[in-house]
């Protein structure tokens, strides 16, 4: 299996936000990778780790638009007899669709009879959503100390 790389952009212009600048537009990028600068951009990197093991990177904002393109890699994964290892810890933003992401991928798994681990390298907001709503005690955690 080889590595695979998703990047999504999201046009910040498309749902305007007040307090951000009129130009922080997706139209006119010319990289395929997400950065500080460029919030809009969302990328998933899947990597064979061995025998039915592939990590599941994911990097950027993981909300309303780009939790489906989570979901979707994850179940793809897990449907094809592999444990996931998921790593989260170049998400800078999660909100709610993220963390159901998480959690129905995590019943997939079970359903399909396979396991989802967290790494345990997660941002200080990634980690706080997920103690304030109990996920951490769902989901198995593996990996580096927390940063």
């Known amino acids: 299996m080889a590595r695979t790389r998703i ?75 592999r444990d996931v290892l998921l790593d989260l810890s170049r998400i800078g933003f999660i909100d709610s669709t993220g963390l159901h992401a998480i959690v129905k991928s995590v019943r997939t798994a079970k359903e399909a009879g396979r396991v989802l681990t967290l790494n345990a390298d997660l941002s200080p907001h990634t980690r706080r959503l997920m103690e304030i709503v109990g996920l951490l005690s769902f989901i198995p955690i593996t990996g580096s100390e927390p940063r």
């Open 7 to 81: 990047v999504t952009f999201v046009s910040v212009t498309a749902f305007p936000d007040p307090h951000l600048p009129p130009n922080r537009s997706s139209a006119a990028r010319s990289s395929a990778e997400p950065s500080e600068s460029d919030p809009g951009a969302f990328a998933l990197d899947v990597v064979p780790l061995g025998d039915r093991k592939v990590r599941v990177s994911a990097e950027g904002e993981l909300d309303l638009v780009t939790s489906p393109d989570l979901e979707q890699a994850l179940r793809r994964e897990l449907l094809a007899d």
